[in-house]
């Protein structure tokens, strides 16, 4: 049988987070683009396997041992839920909605809560690529504000970060954090250091060659991009690329997410059952307004959507708020649905996804805790099958 890592890889279960290159023995594995344009590891050295891969690795294990009740079984285990936007009119207006996950950070960072922040941002050599930062200032934080719609391997340096000794908030894709969840209690030492442990909903990573379609139908070669965002300068904001004389090229978010990027997604995000951040202390994304039973697209001044899901994300946020660096007003989680459509629909089909996979005999998926089957029930029968269906022909296509 191939080694562990080769199965997660050629099944397309790799999120890409990089953990397993940190801890691989130094230098065996590193992070590289395939020719689907995703991250995933490759070997420098022959056969290595990282230890405990099986325990960690989020692309094929998340346990989520809390109980749910009532709207938790969608949405996770939360103490409250609020909408919430930076104060710092600079960082609203830059970050990809209200700029609540930046605000945050610079609370911490400005209070010496944190020695600095892991986090992803624009690559400094090439703006359509990410690059993880440790951020050390507000300017730091603001300079990597913003969704960044491609691949990122946050935890490719985790141990180095860690071994540094400092204390640190980490921001990254649910998946990442559940990756930092489970190394965290295989290595419980490390806990300490952690001071905060950040999210963000997410309907999946589009790949690299997603970014570079989305530049191309903006008219230009990436050769020709000298700079580009996805969000942000209002919400939610364009994707923006600036050409080689300092012109500025448009797409409303609605067209670059809605045509382009989400149709290059990630296999393994389709199936996945934590789009909502379970496993961070506060996880935030787009608080839509509604219109019409739908969400609302246009532009307004920032609002992010926050899940407050532990007693240190709720010391935070009301820190936070009390030292003036966030607003925020309670939210109705019956609201939630019509502004957060796909996520849901995902998340009640994740069951039969799954499922499809395991009857073509997939024996790698172990996830637990997220109430796969309650949550089915909430779905019409004519959708789980599209849904089984739909699962079984991406899997033959892969
Ligand atoms: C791939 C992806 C899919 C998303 N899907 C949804 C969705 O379905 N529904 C929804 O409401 N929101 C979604 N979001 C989140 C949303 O775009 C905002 O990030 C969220 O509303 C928080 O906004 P903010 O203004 O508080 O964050 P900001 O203050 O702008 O901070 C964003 C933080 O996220 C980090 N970050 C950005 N891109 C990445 C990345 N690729 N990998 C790791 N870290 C990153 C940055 O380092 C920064 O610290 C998605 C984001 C991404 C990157």
């Known amino acids: 049988m191939k080694p562990l890592l080769d199965r997660i890889v050629a099944g397309r279960y790799c999120v890409g987070c990089g953990l397993c290159?940190?801890?691989?023995?130094?230098?065996?594995?590193e992070m590289a683009e395939n020719a689907d344009g995703f991250?995933?590891?490759?070997?420098?050295?022959?056969?290595?396997?990282p230890?405990?891969?099986r325990e960690f690795?989020?692309?094929?294990?998340?346990?989520?041992?809390r109980a749910h009740r009532g709207p938790e079984k969608i949405y996770g285990p939360f103490a409250s839920l609020w909408t919430a936007h930076a104060v710092d009119e600079e960082i609203r207006r830059k970050a990809s909605s209200g700029g609540c996950i930046s605000a945050l950070l610079v609370y911490l960072l400005e209070q010496g809560e944190v020695d600095g922040v892991l986090h992803v941002g624009k690559a400094a050599a090439d703006p359509l690529r990410n690059q993880t930062y440790f951020s050390v200032s507000r300017e730091d934080v603001l300079r990597r504000a913003g969704s960044r719609y491609a691949p990122s391997a946050l935890l490719a340096g985790w141990l180095d970060c860690l071994r540094t000794g400092k204390k640190i908030a980490v921001v990254g894709k649910p998946c990442d954090i559940a990756a930092v969840d489970r190394f965290l209690a295989l290595h419980p030492e490390f806990e300490p250091q952690i001071a905060c442990k950040i999210s963000f909903l997410c309907m999946g990573v589009p790949s690299q060659n997603g970014t570079n379609r989305l530049v191309a139908a903006l008219g230009l070669a990436e050769a020709d991009v000298r700079d580009f965002w996805y969000r942000g300068e209002g919400w939610p904001g364009k994707a923006t690329a600036i050409d080689a004389a300092g012109a500025r090229r448009e797409m409303s978010y609605e067209e670059s997410w809605g045509r382009i990027l989400s149709k290059d997604v990630n296999f393994r995000c389709k199936i996945c059952p934590d789009g909502f951040g379970e496993f961070a202390d506060v996880s935030c994304g787009d608080a839509w307004f509604a219109r019409e039973g739908r969400p609302d697209f246009a532009e307004r001044p920032g609002r992010s959507l926050a899940f407050i899901r532990s007693e240190r994300g709720r010391k935070l946020f009301e820190a936070a708020r009390a030292a003036?660096?966030?607003?925020?007003?309670?939210f109705a989680v019956e609201d939630l649905k019509t502004i957060q459509?796909?996520?849901?629909?995902?998340?009640?089909?994740?069951?039969?996804?799954?499922?499809?996979?395991?009857?073509?005999?997939?024996?790698?998926?172990?996830?637990?805790?997220?109430?796969?089957?309650?949550?089915?029930?909430k779905a019409r029968l004519a959708s789980v099958v599209?849904?089984?269906w739909?699962?079984?022909?991406?899997r033959r296509a892969a």
Request: glycine content about 10%.
């Open 21 to 29: 290159a940190s801890v691989a023995e130094p230098g065996a594995l």
């Open 341 to 377: 459509l796909s996520q849901y629909q995902r998340k009640i089909h994740a069951g039969v996804r799954i499922a499809a996979l395991k009857l073509l005999g997939d024996r790698l998926l172990d996830f637990s805790g997220f109430c796969l089957l309650a949550n089915l029930g």
């Open 39 to 49: 991250l995933v590891p490759r070997r420098r050295k022959p056969g290595t396997e």
């Open 386 to 388: 599209r849904n089984f």
């Open 51 to 53: 230890p405990s891969l």
């Open 57 to 65: 690795c989020p692309g094929i294990t998340l346990k989520q041992p």
């Open 390 to 394: 739909g699962t079984v022909r991406r």
């Open 324 to 330: 003036g660096y966030v607003a925020a007003e309670p």
